[in-house]
């Protein structure tokens, strides 16, 4: 769901990627990972699919079911740089944190878990910086790593819920100013200041609002079975 956000943002320039929080680093390789938006239903019916990406040289495939008026990508971004901040990383090269984060995925849920194991491998042969700490204590010094000449893209997924109101503004308020493009995919109630921006009527049952720059660009699906483009004005 972050592909067709960062490939619009990034098209023809080299992207750098710091992930406040990001438990194992999984989410900062966009750049490895194969996407296959086909196998999931978008909760608007009226919506026609758009038309599979298959693309990257990874085995794991993240289905994502692209729906709505939107910039079709044409392949994956080559990231130059990835660096993620979290209370308390997972090093996915230790075999007891894996299966410590393996056994919170629902036991049904084979898919997922292979899923994570495949991944895993990958990481784990490339890890990126991945530091322990409070993300308002350290998303300045991630973005300060990156190196100068690339894009830098701030992204963070299912985070700021569990940030006290005043430290989600704080955060906001950090990476608004750096030089950087800032992906932020939480859920509804969490930045009200998105929610405002939303089209009159839109149905959110439980979805998730992707915003590019402080606006937004989608409802998603909290673990990335769907991206519903949003209208633009
Ligand atoms: C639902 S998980 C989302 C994981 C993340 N999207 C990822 O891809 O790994 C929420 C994560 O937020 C982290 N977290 C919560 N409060 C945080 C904070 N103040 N600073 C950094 N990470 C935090 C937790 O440790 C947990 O890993």
């Not at 990972?33 to 196998?39: A, H, K, L, M, Q």
């Not at 990257?56 to 910039?71: E, H, I, K």
């Not at 901040?85 to 898919?111: F, G, K, R, Y």
Request: aromatic share 6%.
């Amino acid at each position: 769901m972050l592909l067709p956000t960062t490939t619009v943002a990034l098209r023809r320039s080299k992207p750098a990627a710091a992930q406040p929080s990001s438990k194992t680093g999984l989410w900062e390789l966009p750049g490895t990972w194969r996407f296959d938006p086909s196998s999931h239903t978008c909760p608007d019916p009226s919506s026609k699919p758009i038309s599979s990406l298959k693309d990257g040289p990874s085995s794991v495939v993240v289905d994502c079911d692209l729906r709505g008026a939107l910039d079709v990508p044409i392949g994956l971004p080559d990231v130059v740089w990835r660096g993620g901040v979290d209370l308390n990383p997972i090093d996915v090269t230790d075999i007891d944190s894996l299966n410590w984060l393996e056994a919170l995925v629902w036991p049904e849920h084979d898919e997922r878990r292979a899923r994570l194991r495949a991944a895993a491998r990958i990481v784990a042969q490339d890890p990126p910086l991945l530091v322990a700490g409070d993300l308002n204590a350290e998303v300045a010094n991630r973005a300060a790593q990156a190196p100068g000449d690339a894009t830098l893209v701030v992204f963070h997924s299912a985070v700021l819920a569990y940030l006290e109101v005043e430290d989600r503004d704080r955060f906001v308020d950090q990476v608004s100013a750096l030089d950087a493009v800032w992906l932020s995919n939480e859920g509804v109630a969490v930045l009200p200041e998105l929610a405002a921006q939303l089209p009159t009527g839109i149905a959110v049952n439980g979805d998730f609002v992707l915003a590019k720059n402080g606006v937004p660009v989608a409802l998603t699906a909290r673990h990335g079975q769907y991206y519903r483009a949003l209208p633009t004005t």
